[in-house]
């Protein structure tokens, strides 16, 4: 009995290893007061004044909850995440692949072939991530600016195909272009990815 009860401990907790490299997330459209309060008032102070189609989101993943903000401005698709406490988490700018400077973007394409048979991006972000060096103010402000200055990153969703398989992935780069992270996105949750 001991052993099985070992057996099972030490597969569940493989699971839970595993859960690091996949996205698994369920999101849920939530009325706007049961947005977290603080993470309104930021919205409120920050946001330019002509956004349109303001959504209000909570998503559970397999590690934590977190809320999200979807809207409009000037014909982009803007998504902006908080944590459970309502604190800043990013902000995604979809874009398209014109946007990203020749140069990244080649680098980019460099590793996806180096590391698939073949690829075909669905989706592409620019990703403002809220750090300690940078207050949330600011780093909404910069994501809403035409400047496209300051620290980002490339969140791109691509369907690849390896020898063996066809499946969907999130892989983030760079403002260079340098790989940085990938996810293998459990095909549930692909749709509201993809907005």
Known sequence: ????????????????ISQNSYKHEKEERIEKQLFPQNALELLDKTLPKKIKKVKYYKEQ??????????????SKKYSIEFSEEGLLED???????????S?????????????YTSFRIKKIQR???NTTNTDAET??????????????????????????????????FTKDGDFELSRTIIQGSYDHILY
Do not use: W
Request: include cysteine; charge should be positive; hydrophobic fraction near 35%.
């Open 1 to 16: 009995m001991k052993y099985i009860f070992f057996l099972l401990l030490l597969c569940s907790s493989l699971f839970c």
């Open 139 to 172: 780093i909404v402000k910069e994501a809403f600016s035409e400047t496209k200055t300051g620290t980002h990153f490339y969140e791109i969703i691509a369907e690849v195909k390896t020898e063996k398989e066809r499946y969907f992935i999130e892989i983030t």
């Open 91 to 101: 902000v995604e700018i979809t874009i398209k692949q014109k946007e990203i400077p």
């Open 103 to 115: 140069k990244t973007f080649e680098k980019i394409k460099k590793y996806l072939y180096g590391k």
């Open 61 to 74: 993943d397999s590690a934590k909850i977190s809320y999200e903000s979807k809207l409009k401005y000037n």
């Open 127 to 129: 990703q403002y991530r």
